[in-house]
């Protein structure tokens, strides 16, 4: 099993900005990716960011150029900093975490408890 923790999030003014971080703990196989999805109410989810445990990293539409993502390995933690934020960007966000031992093995996926993310005008 596999425990995600969530940090950061809250409400900030429209162009402001935001780091959430999540850490996981747990057996961690050696491939993995880590990253964020968000759910505003009445909408699905969505990606966010994601990296890989080799450091290749993909951002969704609406987030390329404002949010960056980083990782500590040593730390089994990933860093999202998200700038200029838009109203539009509010929603709940959740960190995901797949992991697999070996390319060709079936994932595993986990999902974190969500983080809020309010952006006032």
């Known amino acids: 099993q596999v425990q995600l923790v969530e940090s950061g999030g809250g409400l900030v003014l429209a162009g402001g900005s935001l780091r959430l971080s999540c850490a996981a703990s747990g057996r961690i196989f050696s491939i993995w990716t880590m990253g964020w999805g968000r759910q505003a109410p009445g909408k699905q989810r969505e990606l966010v960011a994601r990296?890989?445990?080799?450091?290749?990293?993909n951002f969704g539409e609406s987030v390329k150029g404002r949010f960056t993502i980083s990782r500590d390995n040593a730390k089994n933690t990933i860093y999202l900093q998200m700038n200029s934020l838009k109203t539009e960007d509010t929603a709940r966000y959740f960190c995901?975490?797949?992991?697999?031992?070996?390319?060709?093995?079936?994932?595993?996926?986990?999902w974190g408890q969500g983080t809020q993310v309010t952006v006032s005008s």
């Open positions: 990296i890989t445990s080799d450091g290749s990293s």
């Open positions: 995901t975490f797949t992991h697999r031992p070996t390319p060709a093995a079936r994932p595993s996926d986990y």
